[in-house]
């Protein structure tokens, strides 16, 4: 089991910046792909971007391609979310994630085992 705190989410105009943190805790932390997920408020949570923590492989939703980055600091257990040329169809409680390692990352939130509480963005027009 990995704990998972999320940060960073706030309030930005389109066209700024984020950068949100997932810091990890527990037993075989580098052991796990970690994905960002989100959800907004009468949708469904989905898939924005996860990352193989031993390999450094890493999966983007096609709607944040290009814009959105993940990455990983393992000197600092965190994985971060770099959100750039944001749009009002961001704005949403984003979620990081844990399950143990795979060999295909999945974009399924029902691979995940373990998740943080949340951290909103709300990003204005």
Known sequence: ?????????GLVQAGGSLRLSCAA???SFGSYDIGWF???PGKEREFVAAIN?????????????????ISD??????VYLQMNSLKPE?????????TPWRLVISRNMNDYDDWGQGTQVTVSS
Do not use: I, M, P
């Open 90 to 98: 961001d704005t949403a409680v984003y979620y990081c994630a844990a």
């Open 73 to 78: 600091d393992n000197a600092k257990n965190t």
């Open 25 to 27: 805790s527990g037993r």
């Open 1 to 9: 089991q990995v704990q998972l705190v999320e940060s960073g989410g």
């Open 53 to 69: 923590r031993s390999g450094g492989v890493t999966v983007y939703a096609d709607s944040v391609k290009g814009r959105f980055t």
């Open 38 to 40: 989100r959800q907004a």
